[in-house]
């Protein structure tokens, strides 16, 4: 069992930078490939990028490409997201996600998710 636990979302300009988190529980954070999901009002939940589980492999959707970025700290149990000039349009409810590999996990095939943390930019 792994629980994910997201931190970091807020109210931030647009332009703006936020940086979110994602601490993992268990001895096990190291076998899963990771990634970030986000879900804006009213739409479907939708891939943002994943990290594979030595962090060598990095992916991301062509809406965030250059402007985000997403690592992880194996020793922590951590994941983060850095997201630089944000845009109204990446508000959404951000989630943290699990897979067995970044295969799996880029088809939404997650075996946890965490609770999501709120990102909201004002134009």
């Known amino acids: 069992q792994v629980q994910l636990v997201e931190s970091g979302g807020g109210l931030v300009q647009a332009g703006g930078s936020l940086r979110l988190s994602c601490a993992a529980s268990?001895?096990?954070?190291?076998?899963?490939?990771m990634g970030w999901f986000r879900q804006a009002p009213g739409k479907e939940r939708v891939f943002v990028a994943y990290?594979?589980?030595?962090?060598?492999?990095?992916y991301y959707g062509d809406s965030v490409k250059g402007r985000f970025t997403i690592s992880r700290d194996n020793a922590k149990n951590t994941m983060y997201l850095q997201m630089n000039s944000l845009k109204p349009e990446d508000t959404a409810v951000y989630y943290c996600?699990?897979?067995?590999?970044?295969?799996?996990?880029?088809?939404?095939?997650?075996?946890?998710w965490g609770q999501g943390t709120q990102v909201t930019v004002s134009s």
């Open positions: 268990g001895r096990t954070f190291s076998t899963y490939a």
């Open positions: 996600a699990a897979a067995a590999n970044s295969l799996l996990l880029r088809r939404g095939t997650v075996d946890y």
């Open positions: 990290r594979s589980r030595a962090g060598g492999t990095e």
